[in-house]
Each structure stands twice: as C-alpha cells, then as structure tokens.
C-alpha cells in the first residue's frame, strides 16, 4: 500500500517549482560546483593521458618489460649475470610472440657512459633500440615526433638539445661514445648524431642518447638484450596478457620479471598520485558545500511544510514515503544543478581548448598546453554520485521530520 | 444492540512531565454507534480535540483502551495505524491542510493514490465527488484559487474519497464565516444521511449543536453531558 513513484516525482517537482527562488540558489550552487570538479577532471584526465603515452610511447616503456627475475634489483650491479644472451634473447622472443594479444616484441639494452667530440668528453644515460622498433612502438599517431632513429643507419643516433649545445655537436657531427662491456673493458665506438631532440626534461636533456640497438650491442659486446619491452593491441589487455605471459614463459623454462609501464614510470605514478590527492580535496570542498547548500534548502522545506508532513500521515501516508517525497526533491535539485554543470562544462571547456592557452609545468623545457579533455561516463559518474549523496542529505532532515508526533506535526505554526 | 464502530474505556491522556504535566483527559468512556453525526463540544482547553485526535488514532493515551470497528488499535505498529486510518478515517481540519502544490481534483486524489490505487480510477472518483459537493467548475484551482468554502468542500472530498466507515471533523467551521459554516455542516450532515458515514465533529461554537443528532459536552478532560437531539435542523 503505498504511492506511486511518479505520483512522488510529481509531489516533489511541484514543490521545487514552488520555492523556484531558492531551489534556483541551490541549483546553481550545485551547477558551479559541478563546473569546477569536472573541469579539473577533464584536465588531469588529458594531463594523464599525456603523461601515458609519453610514458608508454615517449619513454619508451610500452606496456609491459620482461627482464629476467633479479634484474630489476641487481642489474646495475652485476649486468652480465642478467643479460639475455642471445639464445635467451631468442627464447623469449619466440614465446612471447606466442601469446595472443601481443603486437610488439622489443629488445633493449639500457646505455651510460662517456661521448666525446674529440676534444671533450660529457655523460650520457640513455637506451637503445631498433629503429624499426621504435617507428612500430610509436604508430602513425605519434610518428610525428622528433628523436627517430633512421632505419638501416646503424651508426646514427639521437641526442638531447642541451647535450648537443654543450658539446658543440649539430646533426651529422661525429663523435666517439665510451662505456665499460659486460665482460668491464673499457670500449669506444663512433658514432653520428642523427638527429638532435628536447627530451622536454631539463633534468635529462643534457645527458639523453638514443642509440641504434646494433650500435649499443657494439659498445657492449653483447649479442642480445638487458629486457624486452612488450606491446599490447591495447593497454586495457595488460591485467589479462601479463599472467599468461609469466606462466608460458616459465613452462618454456624462463624464469622472468614483469613490469607494468605504470610501475616504471616514476614521474607518471608522482604525478597522477600528487593530481589525485588534489582532485580529492577538491572534490570534497565542492560536495560539503554543494551538500549543505541542499541540505538547508531541505531542512527549510521541511520546516515550511510540517503541517503537510502531519496531514499526509494523517490521511494514511506512511512515514517512509513521506521521507522518499523529500529526498526525491533533494535528488531534483541536484540532478537538475548537475545537468546544467555538465552543460556549462561542455561549453567553458570548449572555450578553454579553443583559446589555446599554454603554460610552463615545472622541470620541463617546452611550453604544455592547457586542454579539457570531459569525458562523458566521468561527468555521469559525478552526476550519480552527487545524486546518491542528495539522496542521504535529505533523507536525514526528513527522517527528523517524520519522528515528531502527527499530533505536533499539526498543531506546528 | 449492535457493537460501537468507535469504543473508548477508561481513556486518560496528559501532556509534559513531572508537575508541569497537565490531565487533558481523565478515565474517559465513550461509545460512538456507526453512522451517528455526533458533536463533540466544549470550550477551548476542554481536551475535545485530544479526544478527537486519539478516535483519529494520531495520539496514542497514557491508559486505556480503543476499539475501532472492534479491532483493537493501540497494540498496532505505526506502519499499521497509517494503513487503518487509510482505510477507515477521513480526516477534515480547521485549516483545511491542503497540500498548496496540488489542484482541487489532485489533493482530493490523494489518500486513493496514498493507498496505490491507479490515478485513472482516483480521477475519475475525485471528479464524480467534486462534482456532487458542485465544485466541478474548480477541478484544476490550486488551494489557493479558492475561497475558505470551496477549499473545505475539498477537504471534505478528500475525507470522504477513500470511502471510510468514520470521517473525523476538527472545529471544520473555525475559519469560516458563518454562512459558510452552516452550508458546511449541513453538507455533513448530508453526506452522513446518503452515505451513512459516521461523522464526529468537535466545535466550540454551540450554534452548531442544533445540526447534531447527538451532542456530547467535554469540560476538564470528562464528558458532562451526552445527549441526543429530537429537534435536528436538518439540510434540505
């Protein structure tokens, strides 16, 4: 015996029109606070997407790195013993090609030593990698960027600007990299500098080198790899490709280490951890006060309409639908101040990306640019969440209302 | 003799604590037979609304017992006491207590769609009974389109709508002038005579003892005087 949820509705949006000017403060006060989690989402949510594939793509992590197990404890310390020889190199090549879902297969030795121009000598930290590799791992859609290695053009490799401004190098230039071997005698091959690049760090532009794979095994004597890097068809296959990987892996006898490129990132896992911890103090401003601002439009409402409350429950309305009729009209409120946020979202961030505005992020050497990335399924989640917590903010001002006497309820002026 | 539709037996009801407690009502008994039209009256304090409120079953007493259609009512939970004064109470107040939200036909909908019933049968019903209290030109006004007469036609409608076996009736004449009040208790007293609901009123106002067909007097929480009345101005 009870109501019909349209009938509630219907109670509960007459009553919001009733009161138009304060329902339009709250409202509103939702809409602004709705407009302000949903732009800063929308911008970690491009920020994040940035440093992913800057991460996957730039950094040249791809999705996962298979290294043999130790490696990523002791390798600097004992790089021989964790090498994957040529044969090992082979095995696991061959059985990670295997796995379905896998696009990339990449060897890689990680490089540092000394470059010389003949006169002077600089560090260099860097990687090397095939640069067929390298054009494959970077698609058509990142083919664009600067710091390719050029098929076929063992000898020639890419290095940081500032790198290059200090050791007097332009692209073409010769110059002869030094480094220890596996085996620890010192070794020193020529090379060219390919291309010169900002790596957009100002902390590794000075010291960058990206070498041809053949040329790193050279300086190396090594005839295989430190790891492979595997790409997915898509990143959201990695929770599913990693553990078949580990089990064929060790079923042909490997015993390996998988990483996910989140776990190597160090700068993307700071980054998204710092934007989290500051969208989440945002976000619970922008609900304690878009939820008190509901919560005194519903205590007033129901202060206002005591008498109605005791003359419904008179007239045989029980007390849980009475409660329902307000948090229905909390839940108008919101929805309709979350739906006019998400319109105004859509039109500032359209605003914001068209004005094209361009900032400095700290420790990088190239200007960023300021872009709302709103996606729809997070706007709606906000949306659903600010509505369930409407819900819970008026069901306690209306519980209240409920637990005073029918009696006094009537007899309230 | 048949069983009361309403019996009370030994009612006491007070309000506060400690000394500032005061006895509204004191070992109370009453029995109202189905399809009386009965007064309640007695000065203002006299504990006639109290009485009416707790055969309203919106108060429970501090002692004693109530029978309503011969059920024993006070040992039901208040999901329970909404549900028997759904389908058995019709309540009309001083105030009118319409919801402002809601046109005449809407508020008088209401205790049918409070019990679930489908809104095409509720209008349906609403009209027909607007109609015969002759407010079928005012279906669609909001309480506050309407004069103190019509809204209590309204209410009455809304009292009457569920078909309840009691409508309980609150000083229903308070804020009318007096033509109204008399064309409003003549319109109980009508609708008690076609319909045979038993309707209890409370007033102050004695003028309106004359419409009564039974008259019970209330002063300091005890029933003085419970009379019925030969001569009964009755509606034409």
Not at chain 1, 168 to 177: A, F, I, M, N
Not at chain 2, 57 to 65: A, E, F, N
Not at chain 2, 69 to 79: F, M, R, S, T
Not at chain 2, 189 to 215: E, G, M, P, W
Request: proline residues 3%; neutral net charge; aromatic residues 6%.
């Amino acid at each position: 015996m009870s109501m019909s949820l349209a009938m509630r509705c219907k109670l509960a949006a007459r009553n919001v029109m009733k009161n138009r000017r304060r329902s339009l403060v709250t409202v509103l006060s939702v809409a602004i606070g709705f407009l302000a989690l949903s732009l800063f989402e929308g911008y970690f949510t491009y920020v994040y997407r940035i440093l992913k594939d800057q991460a996957i793509v730039g950094e040249r992590l791809g999705h996962l790195t298979v290294v043999r197990r130790g490696f990523f404890d002791q390798g600097t310390l004992d790089p021989e013993k964790f090498q994957l020889d040529a044969a090992a190199l082979d095995l696991v090549t061959r059985t990670v090609r295997q796995v379905p879902g896998v696009k990339l297969v990449s060897p890689r030795l990680a490089v540092s030593g000394l470059v010389s121009n003949g006169t002077t000598s600089h560090i260099f930290i860097g990687e090397a990698i095939s640069a067929e590799d390298q054009k494959a791992l970077r698609g058509t859609e990142y083919a664009y960027l600067p710091g390719k290695l050029a098929p076929g053009q063992d000898d020639a490799a890419v290095i940081g600007q500032k790198m290059a401004k200090i050791m007097g190098l332009q692209q073409g230039s010769d110059g002869v990299l030094m480094a220890s071997t596996l085996s620890g005698m010192v070794n020193a091959v020529d090379f060219r500098v390919g291309e010169i690049a900002n790596t957009g760090s100002m902390g590794t532009d000075d010291k960058f080198a990206l070498l041809p794979l053949a040329l790193a095994r050279k300086l190396y004597g090594s005839d295989g790899a430190d790891r492979v890097v595997v790409v997915l068809d898509a990143v959201d296959s990695i929770p599913a490709v990693k553990p078949v990987l580990l089990e064929k892996l060790k079923a042909a006898g490997f015993d390996a280490d998988i990483k996910e490129w989140s776990e190597l990132s160090v700068y993307y896992t700071q980054v998204k951890g710092l934007f989290d911890m500051m969208y989440l103090f945002i976000m619970v401003v922008v609900v304690m006060v878009a939820m008190t601002s509901v919560v005194n439009t519903m205590t007033m409402a129901i202060a206002e309409r005591t008498r109605e409350i005791g003359t419904l429950r008179a007239i045989g309305m029980r007390s849980m639908t009475i409660k329902s009729l307000f948090v229905i009209e909390g839940v108008i409120i919101v929805f309709v101040g979350s739906l006019a946020g998400m319109a105004l979202s859509y039109a500032i961030g359209a605003g914001i990306n068209l004005a094209q505005i361009t900032y400095s992020p700290p420790d990088s050497s190239e200007q960023a640019a300021l872009v709302i990335e709103l996606l729809f399924n997070n706007m709606f989640g906000s949306l659903f969440t600010l509505s369930v917590l409407a819900a819970v903010a008026s069901y306690f001002p209306a519980r209240h209302a409920t637990q005073k006497t029918i009696v006094g309820a009537l007899g309230h002026v | 003799m048949t069983q009361p539709i309403i019996k009370l037996e030994h009612i006491t009801k007070s309000y506060g604590h400690g000394d500032g407690a005061v006895n509204v009502l004191q070992d109370l008994n009453l029995s109202i037979q189905q399809g009386e039209f009965t007064c309640i009256w007695g000065a203002s304090g006299s504990g006639k609304s109290t009485l009416l409120n707790l055969m309203g079953l919106l108060d429970r007493p501090d002692q004693g017992r109530i029978a309503i259609k011969n059920a024993e009512v006070l040992g039901l939970n208040d999901n329970r006491l909404a549900d028997f004064r759904s389908r058995h109470l019709g309540f009309i107040f001083q105030s009118f207590n319409l919801v402002p939200v809601l046109s005449a036909q809407e508020n008088t909908m209401l205790p049918l769609q409070i019990r679930g019933e489908a809104d095409d049968t509720a209008r349906r019903r609403a009209r027909d009974l607007l109609a015969e209290l002759g407010l079928e030109r005012h279906l669609h006004k909001r309480p506050d389109e309407m004069s103190g007469g019509q809204r209590q036609r309204v209410a009455i409608a809304r009292a009457l709508i569920g078909d309840p076996d009691i409508v309980l009736a609150d000083e229903p004449t308070a804020n009318l002038d007096s033509a109204n009040s008399d064309a409003i208790i003549l319109l109980m007293q009508k609708l008690n005579q076609k319909r045979k609901v038993t309707f209890v009123f409370a007033t102050h106002d004695t003028h309106l003892l004359s419409y009564a067909a039974r008259s019970i007097q209330v002063r300091d929480g005890r029933i003085v005087d419970d009379r019925h009345n030969t001569y009964l101005k009755e509606a034409s």
